[in-house]
């Protein structure tokens, strides 16, 4: 880490900005899935429960609002964790990619090619 946050730093954070786009598209996507979920459920429920029909409108609204909320969460959540693992695997590729960088420099400065040099070595395509 870097230290300490100053005021309004998350808004060039562009790691923190992109995970939460993220979010917002996972959360936006789970509402409408699960809000048409709801929709469905509500009313085939409304055609065979004469109890779902007594229900007072706000609360067929509160039911249908809360299975949007709960999609938005699970999706927003599902979107978060997936969009990490993606990020820490680009970490540790752009880390894998350094090290052997450093390690081919290396060879090369005590005169051993590395993998991108040409040499003598017989069985490449087109020595046949």
């Known amino acids: 880490m870097s230290g300490p946050r100053h005021h309004a730093s998350?808004?060039?954070?562009?790691?923190?900005?992109?995970?939460a786009w993220e979010a917002a598209r996972g959360a936006g996507w789970g509402a409408t899935k699960w809000g048409t979920f709801s929709a469905v459920a509500g009313g085939v429920a409304y055609a065979f429960s004469?109890?779902?029909?007594?229900?007072?409108?706000?609360f067929k609204v509160y039911i249908q609002m809360s299975g949007m909320i709960l999609g938005s969460m699970i999706e927003a959540d599902k979107r978060m964790i997936a969009y990490e693992h993606h990020v820490r695997h680009q970490k540790r590729l752009r880390r894998d990619m350094e090290v052997w960088r450093r390690y081919e420099e290396d060879l090369e400065a005590r005169g051993t090619p590395g993998v991108g040099a040409e040499s003598n070595v017989k069985g490449k395509a087109g020595d046949v």
């Open 50 to 58: 004469p109890i779902y029909r007594g229900l007072t409108v706000p």
């Open 10 to 19: 998350l808004t060039k954070d562009e790691e923190t900005n992109a995970a």
